[in-house]
Each structure stands twice: as structure tokens, then as C-alpha cells.
């Protein structure tokens, strides 16, 4: 492993508006605070720049699965997670039924999930993250990449590349070492970006999205209400417009268990299919049309809805630089499946950074490649299938038919939670599995663009 402060004894003159690192993760979110964890936990010496100040809103439905809280677990966080509100499955309704399901069993995965606000969750990984010995500079703006001297676009110098990001300040920047305020330039050897589904960063350094893939969008808001501490989480799968007609999307009640719910809407869609479908419009219908139980109304709303977008299936790319490596959202890393992102932004950060901690140890940055391998390793034939599915689900009339027929069968139903969860067990064939396999032998013969 490359000695703490090794890069910077290389990069002479020291400068006072120069701060050198051998790894900066750009963006403090799930899959910055993740990657910046394991790599200090490896020794790694890792700046993270946050631009805003925890704790700090984040757009999301707030649910964390049993995949996430896996991650969470392995990170220490048992103990962080614990006051917050624990679930034990999902209920699905649509065409008038609904089916309660607990969390398919997994080897590896527990029972539980947990519905606990960003502001709190990004602040207590975070914290983790400083605490196993990350920098973290929080209100800093990771501004335009540095380029890297001498490092070729397919990344075979073999010498480290020496890349970074020009700074900016927000009003009351907290940096753990105040001396270091007046820094505007970061040099590193490694960039992790963890800049979200904006990806402002990730864009300056040429990242595209995929335009023939899904790509998800979501609008979510906070009401009070007496059902605010169920033991599920509810999805409503036939959600309609103002005039009744269904659409091709979902919506969610999840109970924080603090007098509130997070309710939202979501849609999955290729090629702009949802272009002309107004979610504040949708957002408002579905909360019209929910079981009166939940008290949804605008004397109940905690302040207007926000929205954003589900970059998925890996759609955002490349994946690797010369220098560079995303992760999360930056990188498309949402399951298309269900719109879940928190877990897959914790997974792709460690494996960025475990990736990372390789090339530094073996001083080679061309072993940055490999993260790609380890991608589709672990996420690509699964994509491909989810893929797939949105493509079909996303028309109006099929995605009726399957709905409509799913909720006639626990059995089915418990099925495509097995698969759309991504709980496909490795070490059994059960009928969840061999439906999955048929279907990934199908989605293979499929040519994609
Ligand atoms: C409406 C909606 C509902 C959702 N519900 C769920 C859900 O219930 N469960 C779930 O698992 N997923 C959900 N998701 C998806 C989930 O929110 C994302 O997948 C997840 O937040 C990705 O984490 P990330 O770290 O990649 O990005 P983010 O969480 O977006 O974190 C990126 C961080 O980078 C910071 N940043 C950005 N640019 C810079 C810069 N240049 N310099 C410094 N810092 C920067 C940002 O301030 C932010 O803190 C939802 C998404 C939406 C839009």
C-alpha cells in the first residue's frame, strides 16, 4: 500500500492552495461516503468533497432494503441504524387487492429494511466514513477535473496519473482542518466520482448517459399521518392520472415511524415514453386517490414535493478513466427493476474503492480496467434482463395485463419480488431462479444499442 502523504512528498513545490491526496471522492452521498469508508479503512489516504452541509436533503424515498442495510452492517452502522424506523416487507396493491409480502429469504441478506430520512442517513455514513480516517470538506464544490499529465485516454502509462479537481467554497465551509481553507486545487492520483445523477462532475470529464435505455423519474413529499409506523412499506402498482386512466409508473407510501410518511410517484421509461406525463400532476392524483387511512391531504403535507431522476442499469458511462472510476448514480448504478439506488450506490463505492486500493498498492493505474469487469461481473446480465422487462413494462397495455394478472397469485408476485429485489439466491434453484434464468437465456438473444 502506498504510504499516507506518499503522492504529496512527489509533487513539488508544496503550495498553500494545493491539497494533494492519493484518492478525492467527489460527492458525499451513499456511494462518495461508501467508497471514501473502505478505502481509509484500508489505510488509503482519501479526501471527500461534499458541496453541501450534512445534514442536508436529498431527494428519495427514504427506503432502505435489506441489500442496503447489508452494507450499512458491514460499515458498523448496525448501532447508527437501530432508533430508526424498522419494516419487514412490502405490501403491493393494484385493481383493488393487495398482497403483504416479507422479504424473501437470502443467505446472505437479513429480513428488515429500514425508512430513515437522507439528512440522516448521508450524515451518519459520512460520519463513518471520517471516523475510519477520510478528510472531509463539507460546503466544497468539486468545480472542473484536473487532467492528468502524461495519462493516456486507455489508460496505459504506466506511470500514476496526477489528476484532481479545481474548488469552490460555499458561505461557511466546514473543513476538518481550518488551515487548509484557503485550498482551491486538489491534485490526487485517483478520482472516485460520486457527483449523483447530475453528474456535473462526471459530464466534464465526458460521461454520457445511454438515451436507448430506461431511465427512471420520481417526485416525493412528507405527510403527516397516524399510519406512520407501519411494519411495511406500501407500493401501489396501477396508479392512474386525474381522469382514472392508468399510467405507467408506481407510487409508495413509506412510513418513517416519526408521525411522518415519504409518498412519491415514480416512472420507468425508454425513449421519452413519459414525456408528456405531468408527476406533479400524477403526484397530486395519486394522493387523492390513496385510502383515506393515511390522512393524505394539503392539510397534512409537509411542504411542496421534489423531484428527480433514476439514472439505471449502468446507462451513464465509461465507467473508468485514466484516473477516474464512478460509482452510484454518476454511473447509472440504479436497479431498473424497482428504482433502488441507495444499495447499489454503497456496493459500486466499494468496489471502486477496492479497485482503487489495488491500482494504488500496485502502483499501476491500468488496473483501474478491471472495475469495469467487476460491474458486469455483478450487475450486467441482471441489468440486461431488467432492461428488457422495463421496455415491456413500459407500455401502458401490457403493463396492465401483468399487473392485473400478478396480483391473482402470492406466488408469482413473491417470485418477482425475489427478482426485481435482486434476492436470486446463488446457492439454490428455486422457481424464482429457473423463471429468471429462462429469462436472462431470452434477454441475451436480444441485441441492444
Ligand atoms: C424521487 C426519488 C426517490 C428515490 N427513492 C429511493 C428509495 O426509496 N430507495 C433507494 O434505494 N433509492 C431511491 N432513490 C435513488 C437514490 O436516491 C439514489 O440512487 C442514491 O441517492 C444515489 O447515491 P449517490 O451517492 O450516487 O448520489 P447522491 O445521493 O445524489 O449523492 C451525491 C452527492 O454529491 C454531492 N455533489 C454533487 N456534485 C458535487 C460536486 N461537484 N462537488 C462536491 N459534491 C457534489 C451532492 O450534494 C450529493 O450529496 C430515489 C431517487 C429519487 C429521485
Request: with cysteine.
Amino acid at each position: 500500500m502506498t504510504p499516507p502523504n506518499g503522492f504529496a512528498a512527489e509533487l513539488q513545490p508544496p503550495r498553500p492552495d494545493r491539497w494533494q491526496c492519493d484518492v478525492l471522492v467527489v460527492g458525499g452521498g451513499p456511494a462518495g461516503a461508501s467508497a471514501a469508508y473502505w478505502l481509509a479503512s484500508s489505510g488509503v489516504d482519501v479526501l471527500v468533497v461534499e458541496k453541501k452541509h450534512y445534514p442536508r436533503e436529498k431527494t428519495c424515498g427514504d427506503g432502505l432494503t435489506p441489500r442496503s442495510v447489508h452494507q450499512l452492517e458491514q460499515m458498523g452502522l448496525a448501532d447508527g441504524l437501530a432508533p430508526h424506523h424498522r419494516y419487514w416487507g412490502l405490501r403491493a396493491h393494484a385493481y383493488g387487492r393487495t398482497i403483504a409480502m416479507s422479504w424473501p429469504d437470502h443467505p446472505e441478506l437479513g429480513s428488515y429494511g429500514y425508512v430513515i430520512t437522507r439528512a440522516d442517513l448521508d450524515e451518519l455514513v459520512a460520519a463513518r466514513a471520517e471516523k475510519a480516517g477520510a478528510v472531509l470538506w463539507q460546503g466544497v464544490e468539486a468545480v472542473a477535473p484536473l487532467s492528468a499529465p502524461g495519462a493516456s485516454a486507455t489508460g496505459s502509462d504506466p506511470d500514476p496519473a496526477h489528476g484532481g479537481a479545481t474548488l469552490r467554497r460555499a458561505g461557511g465551509a466546514i473543513v476538518s482542518d481550518r488551515a487548509r481553507a484557503t485550498v482551491t486545487e486538489v491534485r490526487a492520483r485517483y478520482v472516485i466520482v460520486a457527483d449523483g445523477s447530475l453528474s456535473r462532475f462526471g459530464r466534464a470529464l465526458g460521461t454520457r448517459r445511454n438515451r436507448h435505455w430506461p431511465q427512471g423519474m420520481g417526485l416525493r413529499g412528507y405527510y403527516r399521518s397516524p399510519r406512520s409506523a407501519e411494519a411495511y412499506i406500501d407500493s401501489f402498482l396501477d396508479i392512474r392520472d386525474a381522469g382514472g386512466k392508468v399510467v405507467p409508473g408506481y407510487g409508495w407510501i413509506f412510513p418513517l415511524g416519526d408521525g411522518r410518511v415519504n409518498v412519491g410517484v415514480g416512472l420507468l421509461s425508454t425513449q421519452g415514453r413519459w414525456k408528456d406525463v405531468n408527476t406533479t400532476k400524477l403526484m397530486e392524483a395519486f394522493v387523492a386517490q390513496a385510502p383515506s387511512s393515511w390522512c393524505l391531504d394539503p392539510q397534512t403535507r409537509c411542504g411542496a414535493p421534489t423531484g428527480g431522476r433514476l439514472p439505471m442499469g449502468l446507462a451513464v458511462g465509461p465507467h473508468v478513466g485514466p484516473d477516474c472510476i464512478l460509482a452510484g448514480d454518476a454511473a447509472g448504478a440504479i436497479n431498473p427493476f424497482n428504482g433502488e439506488g441507495i444499495a447499489y450506490a454503497y456496493e459500486t463505492g466499494r468496489l471502486a474503492a477496492a479497485v482503487v486500493s489495488g491500482a494504488l498498492e500496485a502502483h499501476d493505474p491500468r488496473l483501474l480496467i478491471t472495475y469495469e469487469q467487476s460491474l458486469q461481473d455483478t450487475y450486467g446480465l441482471y441489468y440486461r434482463v431488467a432492461r428488457a422487462f422495463i421496455g415491456v413494462l413500459s407500455r401502458p397495455g401490457l403493463m396492465r395485463i401483468c399487473v392485473n394478472s400478478g396480483m391473482y397469485s402470492r406466488s408469482i408476485m413473491e417470485w418477482l419480488l425475489r427478482i426485481m429485489g435482486n434476492y436470486l439466491r446463488p446457492d439454490e434453484l428455486g422457481p424464482a431462479e429457473a423463471v429468471y434464468k429462462a429469462v436472462a437465456a431470452l434477454a441475451r438473444q436480444i441485441p441492444e444499442r
